[in-house]
């Protein structure tokens, strides 16, 4: 799956509301993706800085992509479980969201995905489970 | 706080994006509050149903408005860490969110929340740690 | 299952290791099981509290227990996830563990563990996915 | 902190308990850790595999040493959470336990710990919060 086609289907299967975040496929492939999540205002709370509730759901978003690359395409799967740690404020600038597996079995896949702000550095970081259907 | 109240600082301290999620306060004090969130379209994913960005997403806000329920009012926090189980599908009616505080320490807050589908069933399940600034 | 057979299940499955934790099965019942660990200073560290390591021992092995009585009988499974979040400290008396079912489908099940001191306070929660095989 | 120093702090800080597992420093400095956990039929359980509890706990012993060896020294510290997703079986071998801090805060530190079974692949994998005293 290459990042023309990993984009069209971030398009195609999310939500509306999920879609909003414009989030940006950089690099995809063998179970690995890459992501931008370009910086706007409206994801900001009142403290200025990106709300943890964006970057649940863009790793969330990240790791589909990421299996889906695992697995050559697209295939149903639900996310059984996603654990999130916040670990540095971003104020300003881009967020690159890099999603991949960890472990996939033949029913239960599991992986990582790392948040850094503009400097680098983590600003959450994060693992979950997903089931195949 | 009571529920007017906590509606209030529900439009005042979250980002723009997630207020899109049209939370509404049905109970609010002593450390728990139940939010509810109305069905919209725009919420579910290509397989009709509530996309599990929308659960932690409103887990996360319903959990700030416990702990400052159980403050006495809003003080600056910061989620530590947000563990979210999905359940059961939810493809049509409004969920249910349940947040309660289980220990309040001086420095750090852990709680959980419940999510229900309109059947009553927990569609998604979630553990958080908050840092009090 | 009644408190004797799962008692001797404990004796059977568990690890060697596992069982010096002389876990005592008090109720059982209905995907719900309640244990008591004896408090005992091989299980405390250089600051003289129950160290952590033994809260999410005893979490795991009673919602095996637990999942066993929901399925009417032990089974095949394994743990998926275990989250733990330790709340208070003990320095002295028994622990109470509560494991209970709050989800159980074809493949997966989902739960949560109290684990409150002699005071009838948390002093850890944890929440477990475990599958079935 | 060096490995001789590492060893020695097992020794000290750790529930008697817990020092049963026989863990055996490899490798310590700059907020990262290895150690070997030697495999034991005391710790496997009817399935003949090492069972969880021991994967969650030795996970967190080594964090405790990771982070004392980030702070060039032990220093009283508590576990807020910590997160354990259990990936392969190992029903024979030495696990390989690496732990290492990703985030250190003032007060809250965060960190990972890979546990790889004897053909290198992962064990077990665990995400975990401290609370420095």
């Known amino acids: 799956m290459e990042v023309t086609s990993a984009q069209q289907l971030l398009q195609e299967i999310f939500a509306p509301w999920v879609r909003e975040l414009n ?4 690099r995809c492939g063998g179970g ?7 910086f706007d205002r409206k994801l900001t ?3 200025g800085v990106i709300c943890g509730q964006v970057y649940m759901a863009a790793a969330d978003t990240a ?4 299996i889906s690359s695992a697995l050559g395409g697209f295939r149903p799967m639900t996310t059984v479980a996603l654990n999130t740690s916040f670990l540095r404020p971003v104020s300003d600038g881009d967020v690159a969201i890099t999603a991949r597996v960890l472990r996939q079995g033949k029913n239960l896949v ?14 959450a970081h994060a693992t979950t489970t997903y089931a195949l259907l």
């Open 23 to 26: 989030l940006q496929v950089q």
């Open 45 to 47: 709370h009142v403290a």
């Open 63 to 66: 790791m589909v992509l990421a």
């Open 32 to 38: 690995e993706v890459e992501l931008r999540l370009p």
């Open 110 to 123: 599991y992986g990582e995905i790392e948040l850094a702000g503009p400097d680098g550095k983590l600003a």
